[in-house]
C-alpha cells in the first residue's frame, strides 16, 4: 500500500508564489515518475508538471517558466514551486505516484485571489 500526502497550499494574490509538497510512502515500491495535477468544478483533472526518476520534467503550456517541479528520490519526495500566479491557478491540486499503478494524494487547496 502506497499512501500519497500533499502539503503546502493556501491563499495567495495574483503574482504571489507557494511551495507544494509531496511525499509518497509505504513498502516494496518503485516510483516511476511523479507529479502534479489540478482540477476545477468546472474542468477535469489536467496535467500540471511531471518528472522521472532520471529527472526529465514536462510542463502544462499554462505554467511553463512559471511552476518548477524537482523531486527528492532519496525521500519519494516531489515539490512545485509557484511563482507569479494567477487567478486563472485557482484549483485543488493532486500529487501523483506513477507506477503499474498511480496513487493519488487527498489534494491541496490553492486559491489566488486577483
Known amino acids: 500500500q502506497v499512501q500519497v500526502v500533499e502539503s503546502g497550499g493556501g491563499l495567495v494574490q495574483a503574482g504571489g508564489s507557494l511551495r507544494l509538497s509531496c511525499a509518497a510512502s509505504?513498502?516494496?515500491?518503485?516510483?516511476?515518475?511523479m507529479g502534479w495535477f489540478r482540477q476545477t468544478p468546472r474542468k477535469q483533472r489536467e496535467l500540471v508538471a511531471v518528472?522521472?526518476?532520471?529527472?526529465?520534467?514536462n510542463y502544462a503550456d499554462s505554467v511553463k517558466g512559471r511552476f518548477t517541479i524537482s523531486r527528492d528520490n532519496g525521500k519519494n519526495a516531489v515539490y512545485l514551486q509557484m511563482n507569479n500566479l494567477k487567478p486563472d491557478d485557482t484549483a485543488r491540486y493532486y500529487c501523483?505516484?506513477?507506477?503499474?499503478?498511480?496513487?493519488w494524494g487527498q489534494g491541496t487547496q490553492v486559491t489566488v485571489s486577483s
Open positions: 518528472i522521472t526518476s532520471g529527472g526529465s520534467t
Open positions: 509505504g513498502s516494496g515500491f518503485t516510483i516511476n515518475a
Open positions: 501523483a505516484a506513477l507506477m503499474s499503478t498511480t496513487y
